[in-house]
């Protein structure tokens, strides 16, 4: 490579002129106060740094907190290592300096290649000696799944008993903030209890079925808990019947219950009498089908399907609390009379509640000071559609064909049970003839199916001698063994992941791949590649790869990953503004739908191997009923996610103009570029914004409608340094201005004082009044100069740079996966990857593999012939 430095012998000269003055001025001595870098940074390198830099971020002026003379270029320190890596990436950035002119771009170059390559040669010699990272903690969402594998129950819940984890460069997989203390211990022992117990068989025989039927006045009695009669009310032969008639024959099967609001907390509206005794899986079955409300009270078979689920909740009274969750997943309705059929998971004590998704609900509103009264909003035209019911039945809790149940068995085997003799608290006792050895075999059994790598004797000996004092106590023998299995629970056994680093690791290989891309334990397959040693075969590795992302296990990966990569967990903070938005009121299947749009884009983009720009601008979009209605697209039936082609003209299609996205970077009353756009450019393009100043306050858009954002921005950056750092993102957030605090389209502002009034009714049945201010103006101009007019412009711009895109994906997969970010010495193999999948149009599913054949995922132990 040509060196430019060589060039700068007089910037070299300055240093030594530069240090000379300090001396003559009596600031420093010739030893203790020169720059500390001076010691072992390439000279050429140094004097650049001295002339460019200092001034800035020296003795005298620490801008940043950043004192250039008292940082040493001793890269064997990785908090040094790590401080002149920040300096290489801004230089290499063009934010320092900050006026591009005082570093020429052959010096800038020239400079970022000095610092790189002592940089990329201190941090391979650090991961070669300790590897990339330590072992890692699993997550509290890791151990759950790992528990109910292992204990095979796929609906145990211990993930809320344990401290929420933290966060490190966005996930809560990193390795350096998943920590483990006392407190924390404490927890995963009280958690690891928990589960036992629950796998535990809950008596010598299934608990009893409870049966329940409910037809006419029992499906809900109680239908003035709606407030008016539009929300819910009874029908015979397509009419509504009033309340004689429903006492006179409360049992008639050919009475309906048409129910037209969705469900929302605190009112209620759940089958009479019904609660369930215990905990555990309920089915129910029922029949319903879609119908429309016509004005007095007249109802006529829906046109199409209206989609509905069910809500576990407590019975009204004065102990209720607010736990309500969805459950038995989505339902839709059909216009014909079918039955239906799903499964719903109760806590002792609960009942479930009718769930409609996607339709008005009503609430109570004062009047002029009087009582509270409820109005239904307006019907849309054609009719309100509902749903209307004919009958319910339930049966539950239900249990395995065997018992004791498979979860006990994993435990305890084909040992006898009895009744507890002793009041022990646990609800079955274990009979065992020979208790030494059947504690040992139990154990060792316990184990192999638990530990994801082979344990040692001596380690097995510690859980052995746990469990053989507690016998010799005297202790029932089902407490001795739980007390074992707990503590190997709460154990580095099953806690820990192994960074894989020596040319046998495959069982770590197995752990690592297994929690990447199922967010749980290697399954018996993966285990058994791992055992025959076959993981860094790359034939093997692969097909093991493609195997886990068909599976439905792969959901769990996509969505962990794009929870936290795209923030989607935070999808349902910040409810909409009533005032300004009001059809999007208690819209929570809305919600609800634009979340699992873009889980299943991503998948879509992972399994079809479809090119990284599409992130950014796709001919297609995942969308059922309620997203075409919100995209304005034509109309689609059905709940379902399915994936359509979206006309040239409309502006969505891509991770950029999905509702979710567009939610996220919003705060529920207005949009900020500012905000969407630095975390688009974070989060999608790799190139996150330094940080603001701290004695700098954000811009706050005027919700009146007086003045539009891109006015007050203007104001905001007059400052060269503000304007210098806005120019990075706001472009791109003007470009998103078009779409509003949920992703619907528009092309004005709203306010609450100035513009043009728009009133009427919300789905709460309550008045609104907003105002349509200013016109949108989404053009732009990037950093590098290209302009934009709207967002189809800035999308095709954006996705022009597919390496980019590309780069950033598999650095957001990295530190997913191995729980530590890509380091400097990672940087070049990153590049690497991207090389190799130039010409394929960087397809996501190749990044995928290729970062999982790389040294970057298998170590770089020996043996690793297959890692590039």
């Avoid at 529920?668 to 940080?691: D, K, Y």
């Avoid at 309550?766 to 732009?780: E, K, M, P, R």
Wanted: proline share 8%; net charge negative.
């Amino acid at each position: 490579m040509k060196n430019s430095l060589g060039p700068t012998i007089c910037s070299f000269v300055m240093l030594c002129i530069w240090v000379l003055a300090l001396q003559a001025q009596g600031t420093c001595n010739a030893v203790a106060d020169e720059p500390l870098f001076l010691a072992d940074l390439n000279p050429q390198a140094a004097a650049l740094i001295a002339e460019k830099c200092v001034s800035c971020h020296g003795v005298d002026e620490q801008q940043g907190g950043l004192d250039l003379t008292s940082l040493p270029f001793a890269l064997s320190d990785r908090t040094v290592r790590d401080r002149w890596i920040s300096i290489h990436d801004r230089v290499a950035r063009g934010e320092m300096p900050p006026n591009r002119d005082e570093l020429p771009a052959e010096q800038r170059q020239d400079l970022v290649a000095s610092l790189a390559t002592s940089l990329h040669e201190a941090d391979a010699n650090d991961v070669a000696a300790l590897g990339r990272g330590s072992m890692r903690r699993l997550n509290r969402d890791e151990y759950q799944q790992n528990l109910r594998d292992v204990l095979t129950l796929p609906t145990l819940d211990i993930r809320d008993m344990l401290p929420e984890d933290r966060e490190g460069h966005r996930f809560n997989k990193t390795t350096e903030t998943l920590d483990m203390s006392r407190v924390q211990l404490t927890a995963y022992l009280d958690a690891a209890e928990s589960a036992l117990l629950q796998a535990l068989g809950s008596g010598i025989e299934p608990p009893p079925l409870t049966q329940y039927r409910a037809v006419g006045r029992r499906l809900f009695p109680e239908t003035a808990t709606f407030g008016n009669q539009e929300a819910m009310f009874f029908a015979k032969d397509l009419k509504a019947i009033d309340n004689k008639l429903l006492e006179e024959s409360p049992d008639d099967a050919a009475i309906e219950l048409a129910l037209f609001r969705s469900a929302h907390w605190p009112y209620y509206g759940y089958p009479q009498g019904f609660v369930a005794p215990l905990p555990g899986a309920y089915r129910v079955r029922f029949s319903a089908r879609a119908v429309l409300q016509l004005p007095e009270f007249e109802l006529k078979p829906a046109a199409q399907s209206l989609p509905m689920t069910f809500r576990a909740r407590k019975p009204s009274g004065p102990d209720v609390s607010g736990d309500v969750r969805a459950t038995g997943g989505l339902i839709d309705i059909q216009p014909e009379r079918a039955d239906y059929e799903t499964t719903v998971q109760l806590k002792a004590g609960e009942t479930f509640e009718y769930s409609l998704l996607g339709l008005p609900v009503p609430l109570a509103r004062n009047v002029d000071g009087g009582p509270p009264t409820y109005r239904y909003p307006p019907f849309p035209e054609g009719g309100q559609p509902g749903v209307a019911f004919q009958w319910l039945e339930t049966e539950g809790p239900l249990s395995p064909e065997f018992w004791p149940p498979p979860a006990h068995r994993v435990l305890f085997d084909e040992l006898p049970i009895r009744a507890p003799q002793n009041g022990n608290g646990l609800s079955v006792e274990v009979i065992s003839d020979k208790p030494q050895d059947d504690a040992r075999r139990l154990l060792r059994t316990f184990v192999d199916r638990a530990a994801r790598q082979p344990v040692s004797d001596a380690a097995l000996q510690t859980f052995e001698r746990l469990i053989r004092a507690r016998l010799e106590q005297g202790v029932p023998f089902a407490e001795a063994m739980l007390a074992g299995y707990k503590a190997f629970l709460c154990s580095g056994h099953l806690l820990y992941l192994a960074e894989p680093l020596q040319a046998d690791d495959h069982y770590a290989i197995a752990s690592r791949l297994s929690h990447f891309l199922t967010n749980t334990r290697p399954d018996p397959q993966l285990m058994e590649s791992a055992r025959n040693r076959q993981l860094r075969n790359a034939h093997v590795l692969r097909a093991e790869t493609n195997r886990l992302v068909s599976g439905p296990e792969f959901d769990r990966f996509v969505q962990n990953f794009v929870d936290y990569w795209l923030n989607l967990r935070h999808v349902h903070r910040d409810e909409p503004d009533a005032r300004l938005y009001p059809e999007y009121r208690f819209d929570a299947y809305l919600i609800e739908s634009m979340e699992r749009e873009t889980k299943a884009f991503f998948t879509a983009m992972v399994r079809e191997n479809l090119p990284v720009r599409m992130l950014i601008d796709a001919d297609f979009i995942f969308a059922n009923d309620r997203l075409a209605q919100h995209y304005q697209l034509p109309p689609i039936s059905g709940s379902a996610m399915r994936k359509i082609s979206v006309p040239v003209s409309s502006p969505y299609g891509g991770l950029l103009t999905q509702g979710a996205i567009l939610k996220v970077t919003a705060n529920g009353t207005t949009t900020s570029p500012v905000v969407r756009g630095a975390w688009i450019m974070e989060r999608l393009i790799g190139q996150p914004p330094p940080p603001p100043p701290a004695s700098v306050p954000a811009v706050e858009p005027d919700i009146r409608g007086a003045t539009t954002i891109r006015e007050l921005l203007a104001l905001h950056t007059k400052d060269k340094s503000c304007a210098s750092c806005h120019a990075r993102f706001d472009p791109v957030g003007f470009a998103l201005e078009n779409f509003d605090i949920l992703g619907g389209w528009r092309t004005q502002y709203r306010g609450l004082e100035k513009g043009a009034r728009v009133s009427g009714i919300d789905r709460a049945g309550h008045d609104f009044a907003y105002t349509l201010s200013s016109s949108v103006d989404a053009s732009g101009k990037l950093l590098d100069g290209r302009s934009f007019d709207n967002i189809h412009e800035l999308k095709s711009l954006l996705a022009a740079d597919p390496r980019q895109l590309a780069r950033n994906l598999l650095h957001q997969l990295t530190v997913y996966a191995t729980g530590t970010p890509v380091r400097f010495a990672d940087r070049r193999k990153i590049e690497d990857i991207l090389n190799r999948c130039r010409d394929n149009d960087y397809r996501t599913g190749d990044l995928l593999h290729e970062l999982v054949h790389s040294k970057i995922f298998l170590g770089s132990a020996a043996g690793n012939s297959n890692a590039p």
